[in-house]
């Protein structure tokens, strides 16, 4: 079956500063990988997705990649801000969409 | 936007005592709805895999018997805690899976206590 690995479990940057959360995959098959962020308490928040047949996808401050040869993607948060403070986990998920594989999630905290 | 429901958000029992969650999705249909359980600080744990109209599939080491998933509807799946124990203790999460564009949108959760 699939295996996601996510990287680094925890991330401090400053005010402003970049961050940058990584993944990666074992399943060729695997085909959509969404992000989502879950603030202490609530629910896991889709905040961007990018499916294989394309390498970027930018949503204002958020952005992810794709390297499908690699097998891995990566969240990039520029601007940071202390309301990105939160719990970033990825997924990934095959055509059929009946299960979706996630990683052990990152906890990101911005420091003001 | 996709809107899943769940209820309670809280709940606290008595040990011995069923329980029983409900997650709906309020604005789609979804034909396959997860359950998860998540430990503090912790990832989401898959315990089953629930399809309407058929038996819910479960991860391995969660006990069926105890853990009963009911996918009546396109759009309600119900989990039920059996003869809760302090040790099922925990925060409880829906996800539905929307088939249009096979996006999955999470319920808000239900934090159980078992006394």
């Known amino acids: 079956g699939e295996n996601v690995e996510q990287h680094p479990s925890t991330l401090s940057v400053q005010e402003g500063d970049s961050a940058v959360i990584k993944c990666t995959y074992s399943d060729s098959a695997s085909n959509y990988f969404p992000w989502y962020k879950q603030e202490l308490g609530k629910r896991p928040q889709l905040i961007i997705d990018i499916r294989s047949n394309v390498g970027e996808k930018k949503d204002q401050r958020i952005a992810v990649t794709l390297n499908k040869t690699a097998k891995h993607f990566s969240l990039h948060i520029t601007e940071t801000q202390p309301e990105d403070s939160a719990v970033y986990f990825c997924a990934a998920s095959t055509n059929t969409g009946n299960q979706f594989y996630f990683g052990t999630g990152t906890s990101l905290t911005v420091i003001p | 936007g996709a809107v899943v429901s769940q209820h309670p958000s809280w709940v606290i029992c008595k040990s011995g005592t069923s329980v029983k969650i409900e997650c709906r999705s309020l604005?789609?249909?979804?034909?396959?709805m997860f359950w998860y359980r998540q430990f503090p600080k912790q990832s989401l744990m898959l315990m089953a895999t629930?399809?309407?109209?058929?038996?819910?599939?479960?991860e391995q080491g969660v006990e069926k018997d105890k853990f009963l998933i009911n996918h009546a509807s396109l759009t309600l799946s119900t989990l039920t805690v059996t003869s809760a124990h302090p040790e099922d203790s925990s925060f409880y999460i829906c996800?539905?899976?929307?088939?249009?564009?096979?996006?999955?949108?999470f319920g808000s959760g239900t934090q159980l206590s078992v006394l």
């Open positions: 996800s539905a899976l929307r088939d249009v564009n096979e996006k999955l949108f």
């Open positions: 629930s399809n309407e109209g058929s038996k819910a599939t479960y």
């Open positions: 604005d789609f249909q979804a034909t396959t």
